[in-house]
Nanobody, 123 residues
Framework: VQLQASGGGLVQAGDSLSLSCAASGRTFGTYVMAWFRQGPGKEREFVAAITQRGGSTYYADSVKGRFTISRDNAKNMVYLLMNALKPEDTAVYYC?????????????????WGQGTLVTVSS
């Protein structure tokens, strides 16, 4: 599966932003999807994940209550709605996919990656 992330930009603290990830292929519904991010000078970290049919979602503690992951299998899309953005949310955001039923917070678990989209939050 090929992934294309979009929607990044420059926003102010407290603003909202929605990221999108478009996936190719007919088997999108068989993949667990996730978002990761890599901030300046930091390692890539888990943000959120969603199971194949969207029945379960998982979040990093740092974004819980502010970010929402969702998917539309009919459109081969996964989304990340980010509310109450903080300067520490500044990062390149990546969507990732893995076949199977389980998610992981570890990036090496995911087989497919999009190219990343930059989110910059000013204070």
């Amino acid at each position: 599966v090929q992934l294309q992330a979009s929607g990044g930009g420059l926003v102010q603290a407290g603003d909202s932003l929605s990221l999108s990830c478009a996936a190719s292929g007919r088997t999108f519904g068989t993949y667990v999807m996730a978002w990761f991010r890599q901030g300046p000078g930091k390692e890539r970290e888990f943000v959120a994940a969603i199971t194949q049919r969207g029945g379960s979602t998982y979040y990093a503690d740092s974004v819980k209550g502010r970010f929402t992951i969702s998917r539309d299998n009919a459109k081969n899309m996964v989304y990340l709605l980010m509310n109450a953005l903080k300067p520490e949310d500044t990062a390149v955001y990546y969507c990732a996919a893995v076949g199977g039923s389980y998610y992981s917070t570890k990036d090496d678990y995911y087989a497919y990656w999009g190219q990343g989209t930059l989110v910059t939050v000013s204070s």
